[in-house]
T-cell receptor, first 113, second 116 residues
Framework: AQSVTQLGSHVSVSEGALVLLRCNYS??????LFWYVQYPNQGLQLLLK??????LVKGINGFEADFKKSETSFHLTKPSAHMSDAAEYFC???????????FGTGTSLTVIP | GAGVSQSPSNKVTEKGKDVELRCDPI?????LYWYRQSLGQGLEFLIY????????KSGLPSDRFSAERTGGSVSTLTIQRTQQEDSAVYLC??????????????FGPGTRLTVL
C-alpha cells in the first residue's frame, strides 16, 4: 500500500525567502511521486513529477523536488518565494502497477510581504 | 475544450435529495478520475475509468455513490439520498493514459457540494 504524509498543514515564509514543503511517502514498490499546486478557486495543477529518472526534479515556476529513497522523502523547494506562490500544495504517490494516486492532506503556503 | 470542465461549480441541496455532478474531460484522454476533497483533508479517491474497461470503484464510500462514463468521454457522479457528510468539493481529473500511474492528471475546478 502507498501513503503520503505532508508535515505542516500551514507554512508561512517571507517574500524572497526559501520555500520548503515536506513530503514523506510510504510504498512497498518504487514509487512515482508528484507535487500539485491548487490556487484559490482553481483546479490542481501539476508542478513536477518523479518517475525514476533523475532524482532532482525541476518543475514549473522555479520549484524543484529531491527524491531521497533513503529518507523516503520528496520535499519541494523554491529558493525565493514570490507572492504569487501562495496556494495549497499537495504531494501524491502512485506506483507503476496501479491506477490510483494517493494524495497528502496538503500544505497551505502563505507568503508574507 | 482546453481543459477539464465540471458542472455545476456550486451545488446546494437538502439532505435526502439526489445530486448529479458532471465532468467533461480533455478530448482524447482515456483515463478519468473522481476525487472528494473535504475541508482539511487530502484528496480521497472515489472512482477511476480507463477506456472501455470496468471502472475501479474501490474508493466509493457507500452504495449511495455511483458514476458512469458515457461514450468514453463525459462522466456523471451521482449521489443518492445525500447526507451532510457528503458536503465537499468533488474533483474530476483526466489523463491521456494511466500508463501504470505515470500519466499526468489534469484536474477540473471542482464542484462544491453543500448538503443542508
Amino acid at each position: 500500500a502507498q501513503s503520503v504524509t505532508q508535515l505542516g498543514s500551514h507554512v508561512s515564509v517571507s517574500e524572497g525567502a526559501l520555500v520548503l514543503l515536506r513530503c514523506n511517502y510510504s510504498s512497498s514498490v518504487p514509487p512515482y511521486l508528484f507535487w500539485y499546486v491548487q490556487y484559490p478557486n482553481q483546479g490542481l495543477q501539476l508542478l513536477l513529477k518523479y518517475t525514476s529518472a533523475a532524482t532532482l526534479v525541476k518543475g514549473i515556476n522555479g520549484f524543484e523536488a529531491d527524491f531521497k529513497k533513503s529518507e523516503t522523502s520528496f520535499h519541494l523547494t523554491k529558493p525565493s518565494a514570490h507572492m504569487s506562490d501562495a496556494a495549497e500544495y499537495f504531494c501524491a504517490v502512485s506506483v507503476p502497477t496501479g491506477n490510483q494516486f494517493y494524495f497528502g492532506t496538503g500544505t497551505s503556503l502563505t507568503v508574507i510581504p | 475544450g482546453a481543459g477539464v470542465s465540471q458542472s455545476p461549480s456550486n451545488k446546494v441541496t437538502e439532505k435526502g435529495k439526489d445530486v448529479e455532478l458532471r465532468c467533461d474531460p480533455i478530448s482524447g484522454h482515456t483515463a478519468l478520475y473522481w476525487y472528494r476533497q473535504s475541508l482539511g483533508q487530502g484528496l480521497e479517491f472515489l472512482i477511476y475509468f480507463q477506456g472501455n474497461s470496468a471502472p475501479d470503484k474501490s474508493g466509493l464510500p457507500s452504495d449511495r455513490f455511483s458514476a458512469e462514463r458515457t461514450g468514453g468521454s463525459v462522466s456523471t457522479l451521482t449521489i443518492q439520498r445525500t447526507q451532510q457528510e457528503d458536503s465537499a468539493v468533488y474533483l474530476c481529473a483526466s489523463s491521456l493514459t494511466s500508463s501504470g500511474g505515470v500519466g499526468t492528471q489534469y484536474f477540473g475546478p471542482g464542484t462544491r457540494l453543500t448538503v443542508l
